[in-house]
């Protein structure tokens, strides 16, 4: 198995999506691409397979169950159909579809587990770092900014210290370097290459892949306190689906020629993790990892509290599955990042949908009703071809190879623009033949000629377009008169006028009908003034309000006596220079004075906290902040709301004396 990548034949995944929140335009967008290139692949005649699925363990999917009252496998169990419903609504045609609490995935992931510790590649040692608990990952700490937030979603870490498994990524530096030296087409677009040949050079550190924090994982196989990391677990998705290790399973065709399209966020577990994981146990690396970029939403950044997420469902249920798809593949370069905006797929309908194609489709069908009775005679007309029609045929021929080898480097906007050039060049050739003037009994069958290049033109693009849009290829092909599922067609079958019978076209419905722009501004304001309603009615309701779950196990009242926690005073706040957070707070204990820091300055004013009468764990160990020492820490609670973080100091009311103990 160790054997050369593949190329006849394609293999693609898309990430296995976290089950804690609804489908949207994010998720949608990759599994759209995905679903576009394997189509292309299915039409060349590879041997093609396309997998997604859903990542359902870890800290997250726990979370988001205890706070609705579930088991987390009734939240997966509920969460993953409505995945699996949108991807019926999208059109995709995905040939697996994986969870990882199913046991063909849970029986891998533990054999990659036993097999890395048997070599070595894992071992066991104590860790110890800050935590980000919803991006579940360690934070380097020359990744830590001052404000001790997490890098990427910007949110408190945890100080965690654990026993745990490792992984020896460091051993496998040098590997993955010589590895992208040799192959620079392995991650792609190039600006994310550059971006992991830095990061492995600038020195990869061995990985935590265990956690004794966290039940709703996988258990350890013989040491079932510790449960798999959960990326680690979530990345073995891609390998256990197709059957690995069985011998003769479908994994031995389809992993030499493994591609993973992921988000430009998640690009250094699968450029860097994952291929160590696979060269540790012996196995070929990924063909390539492309990253893609993220969309913000009408110039802002996606997101739950500002209510502008793009529902996907609601997308198809307005526009249709292949206006969204064709929007959201023609519209930015593949690999950059890009803007959503719903006007922007209006006018992209009207003009590329209803203007290019369905105008060249309509114009061409009408024309062989209205002088042919609908009629076609056999293609042996090409043999009188005048230049036009060669020059129009020469182009189609082009068009087909040129898409291949735009869509062989994923661009499908690239291959979407070579389309609509040959697209625009069949109206142009509509406009300057102008079969209306030709002579309906001329000898030389200049109007035979002109329509069945049109028709053959057309028969092409509605094969090429397929990938893109599989139910407008569809309907078009009904429309031609071209009988068979287009899923018997493939690409390098293709030839133009190989199809020489006489055909009956039957012109159905416009393709794409055009959207009136003002009636279309008021249905949109009206959604958007519903929506904000219904946010703002949300945000003043309790239930917006969420904090962390995490249960801990029972202790003895012992262990709470060695607390010593007092009523103190605060008589002074000062701001610490080059730390944004926090507070050097002065307190009054009655029978001393002394100074904590704090990181709440986000949260108050030195205004509102001086004076009031706090509750202050005394006998915590010195520590140092930014050069400030900090005898203490105080105790207050702290939530989420649409805002962010929200927090209260525990007080104690009236006249109560500062240094009073608490029990
Ligand atoms: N479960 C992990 C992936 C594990 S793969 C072994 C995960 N899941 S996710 O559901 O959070 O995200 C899945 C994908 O959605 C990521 O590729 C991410 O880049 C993508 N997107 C999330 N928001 C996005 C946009 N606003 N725009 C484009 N894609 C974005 O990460």
């Not at 189509?39 to 726990?62: A, C, V």
């Not at 036993?114 to 935590?131: Q, T, V």
């Not at 924090?213 to 510790?226: A, F, Q, S, Y």
């Not at 979530?234 to 993973?260: M, Q, T």
């Amino acid at each position: 198995m160790n054997g050369n990548d593949d190329n006849s034949g394609f293999y693609i995944t898309t990430p296995i999506y976290y089950v804690n929140d609804v489908p949207h335009i994010g998720h949608a967008y990759t599994t759209i691409a995905c679903d576009a290139l394997s189509r292309w692949h299915r039409m060349r005649g590879d041997g093609t397979r396309f997998l997604t699925g859903t990542d359902e363990h870890g800290q997250k999917i726990q979370q988001a169950a205890e706070k609705r009252g579930m088991k987390p496998i009734e939240l997966c169990d509920e969460v993953v159909m409505n995945f699996k419903k949108l991807w019926k609504a999208l059109g995709i045609s995905n040939d697996d579809f994986i969870r990882t609490t199913e046991e063909r995935h849970i029986k891998v992931t533990r054999y990659f587990f036993e097999k890395l510790m048997a070599s070595d590649d894992i071992y066991k040692g104590l860790y110890e770092g800050w935590y980000c608990v919803p991006c579940e990952t360690y934070v380097p700490d020359a990744q830590m900014g001052e404000d001790m937030l997490c890098p990427d979603c910007k949110r408190p870490l945890a100080r965690m210290s654990e026993e745990s498994y490792f992984f020896r990524l460091s051993k496998y530096q040098e590997a993955l370097i010589r590895r992208y030296e040799a192959r620079p087409d392995a991650i792609m677009p190039r600006v994310r290459y550059n971006e992991v040949m830095n990061f492995i050079r600038s020195g990869l550190q061995d990985l935590s892949v265990s956690r004794t924090t966290l039940k709703w994982g996988i258990p350890v196989p013989g040491d079932e306190r510790h449960t798999v990391y959960v990326w680690l677990d979530a990345l073995i998705n891609y390998i256990s689906a197709v059957g690995y290790p069985e011998p003769g399973g479908k994994w031995e065709s389809c992993w030499p020629c493994v591609r993973h399209m992921v988000g430009k966020d998640i690009i250094r577990f699968h450029a860097v993790i994952w291929p160590a994981v696979l060269m540790a146990m012996g196995l070929n690396p990924p063909v390539r990892v492309f990253a893609h970029g993220w969309w913000t939403v009408e110039g802002d950044k996606m997101s739950k509290s500002k209510g502008n997420v793009v529902d996907p469902f609601e997308m198809v249920d307005i526009y249709g599955a292949d206006s969204f798809r064709y929007f959201l593949l023609r519209e930015v370069p593949f690999g950059n990042d890009g803007d959503f905006s719903e006007l922007g797929m209006v006018n992209r309908v009207n003009s590329d949908l209803a203007n290019d194609i369905g105008n060249l489709l309509n114009r061409t069908l009408q024309m062989i009703e209205k002088y042919r009775g609908g009629c076609l005679p056999p293609s042996a007309v090409f043999e009188r071809s005048c230049d036009a029609d060669a020059a129009l045929r020469g182009l189609a021929e082009k068009t087909l190879a040129g898409m291949d080898s735009q869509m062989s480097d994923f661009s499908m906007d690239g291959a979407l623009k070579t389309l609509w050039v040959l697209i625009g060049a069949g109206n142009k050739y509509i406009d300057e033949t102008q079969p209306w003037k030709l002579g309906r009994d001329d000898p030389d069958d200049r109007l035979d000629i002109v329509l069945r290049t049109l028709w053959e033109v057309l028969r092409l693009a509605s094969m090429l377009i397929f990938p893109f849009m599989p139910e407008t290829a569809a309907r078009m092909r009904s429309q031609l008169g071209l009988e068979e599922d287009i899923s018997v067609e493939r690409y390098p079958d293709w030839k133009w006028g190989a199809h020489l019978e006489p055909v009956s076209v039957k012109k159905g419905g416009v393709l794409f009908p055009r959207i009136d722009i003002p009636k279309w501004k008021a249905d949109y304001d009206a959604r958007m003034k519903s929506r904000a309603e219904a946010l703002s009615a949300g945000s003043g309701n309790v239930s917006a309000v969420s904090f962390d779950t995490e249960r801990k196990p029972a202790i003895e009242i012992d262990d709470f006596k060695k607390l010593e926690i007092r009523v103190a005073r605060i008589e002074s706040a000062e701001k610490i220079e080059k730390a944004s957070k926090l507070y050097k707070l002065g307190l009054d204990l009655g029978f001393e004075r002394r100074f904590i820091v704090s990181g709440i300055r986000e949260f108050f004013t030195p205004e509102q906290l001086i004076g009031k009468k706090i509750l202050v764990l005394c006998n915590l160990k010195p520590a140092v902040f930014r050069g400030v020492e900090s005898n203490g820490m105080l105790l207050a609670a702290e939530a989420r709301d649409g805002s962010g973080e929200i927090l209260s100091l525990a007080v104690v009311d009236g006249d109560f004396p500062p240094g009073a103990p608490v029990h």
